[in-house]
């Protein structure tokens, strides 16, 4: 894909940056609220104007006066280290607050780096922000953009300034096919350090605060030939447990996430000794959306005999699902076994993309349930044939005496002919009955059960 050049949104806490962000951008949405620092890891969306395309990012607020909080002190470490990536920057204010000392402060670090900046006074639609107006003359910017992200007034005039100083332009790009995978699991589980150590790069806030991944940070990783765009996402707690407005739609993105996913890292923190209830549920959720599914015991530096053994018996009663997903067991901490995280993906994303001969298929279910015959209130089960719709998840239509008769204890059994007869771990099989026209109207007649 064409290099893009990049344009990166910065300010102080709630000034609005993340309104603007969720207005310019498709694909990518910032959680906006009007409390201090909810960004706090950047998230970037590709966006088109006027045939120009650019790398749009949003940042947590910067904090120039010290702190003793480490998350932000990392917050505003992360945003200066990124704008030196920048080809425009987007030094956003509040028009309705004025300047204030942090924002000459800040002022001055931007001027220092040499970089094309547009001051973009935020709240144009608020009346006295044209009485301030004066006052950002003084930050020493020679391009100022009054806008009102809120209700969009100007927004269009901005981008396309941005186009005018774009140093190159892209005019297209090429459509995105990569596989996604997401990472899921409670707070403080160690995901993104799992994305982290994917990367090779502190991409994601690490800290012992639980909650410190707020909006989920999607990044793009190519293993052997194979292009992944891997999401961390927030933690999720148990729901009676999410009272906060800024943590339910933190729960809600990570759902929204997992959704769309192709395969689904559920990180579990093994030093507990055990999968919570809320593991286990999205376990169950990830597979029966028809999601590929990973399993990593992270903070294996810290499990002992005891742990290990305590581990082992609790996950005895759910070995019906464990038998059937791929598991791993790892530590981001120490680096050991995060190295075949992507081998592990690529092999169960080549499992999940499976194409069968629907002859073959035909075949196996037939001589299945010649093995072993199944029945409805007297009445055998009959499958005609079966054919494979679609990959990524495994379709399968089945075309049966009886579509009705098919429930999930009769279609867990072909599950597992599937799973006898093919390498499918990880992955998951969607099976569609249908009545057979031709045969449909013999059912009740013949078939039964002597």
């Keep these: ?133 004066y006052q950002f003359d003084r930050l020493g910017f020679e391009t100022i953009m009054l806008i009102s992200a809120a209700h969009g007034h100007d927004v269009a005039e901005l981008l396309d300034l941005i186009v005018e100083l774009l140093p190159f332009k892209v005019a297209q790009i090429e459509t995105d096919e990569a596989l996604k995978v997401v990472i899921i699991g409670k707070p403080n589980a160690g995901k993104s350090s799992l994305l982290n150590a994917l990367l090779d790069e502190e991409r994601a806030i690490v800290s012992d605060v639980a909650g410190t991944t707020r909006e989920p940070i999607t990044e793009k990783v190519t293993f052997y030939k194979e292009d992944m765009q891997i999401t961390d996402t927030p933690g999720v707690r148990r729901k009676r447990g999410v009272t906060e407005q800024l943590e339910k739609m933190m729960v809600k993105r990570a759902f929204h996430e997992l959704k769309e996913a192709d395969i689904v890292l559920l990180v579990v923190d093994a030093s507990q000794g055990k999968l919570s209830d809320q593991e286990l549920k999205l376990a169950f ?95 055998r089960l009959i499958v005609y044939k079966v054919k494979q719709i679609k990959t990524a998840p495994i379709t399968l239509v089945m075309f049966v005496n009886n579509p009705t008769w098919f429930g999930s204890s009769q279609l867990g059994y072909f599950d597992n002919v599937m799973r006898k007869a093919y390498d499918l771990e990880g992955v998951p099989i969607k099976f569609i009955p249908r009545a057979n026209s031709k045969n449909f109207q013999k059912v009740g007649t013949k078939g039964k059960k002597k």
């Design 285 to 379: 959720y990830a597979f029966e959306h028809h999601k590929a599914l990973v399993i990593l015991f992270n903070k294996y530096d810290l499990v002992d005999e005891h742990i290990q053994r305590e581990l082992d018996f609790n996950l005895v009663p759910y070995d019906f699902l464990l038998s059937k997903v791929q598991a791993i067991r790892l530590s981001c901490k120490s680096g050991k076994n995060v190295g075949k995280v992507l081998s592990i993906i690529k092999g169960v994303a080549d499992r999940y993309k499976q194409k069968f001969s629907d002859d073959e298929l035909t075949i196996l279910f037939r001589d299945a349930l010649h093995r072993r015959e199944l029945f409805h209130q007297g009445s």
């Design 1 to 133: 894909m064409n290099k893009l050049p990049r344009v990166i949104l910065v300010g102080r806490t709630n000034v609005g940056k993340s309104t603007l962000f969720n207005r310019v951008s498709d694909n990518v949405k910032s959680i906006a609220l009007d409390q201090i620092g909810v960004t706090r890891d950047f998230l970037q969306d590709t966006v088109c104007w006027n045939s120009a395309c650019f790398e749009f990012i949003d940042t947590g607020g910067i904090q120039v006066k010290k702190t003793r909080d480490e998350i932000y002190k990392r917050v505003s470490a992360g945003v200066f280290s990124l704008l030196d990536t920048a080809d425009i920057i987007l030094f956003m204010v509040d028009g309705a607050s004025g300047v204030v000392p942090e924002e000459q402060e800040l002022a001055k670090l931007l001027h220092k780096l040499g970089k094309k900046v547009i001051l973009v006074v935020n709240k144009g639609d608020v009346p006295q922000v044209r009485e301030h107006m």
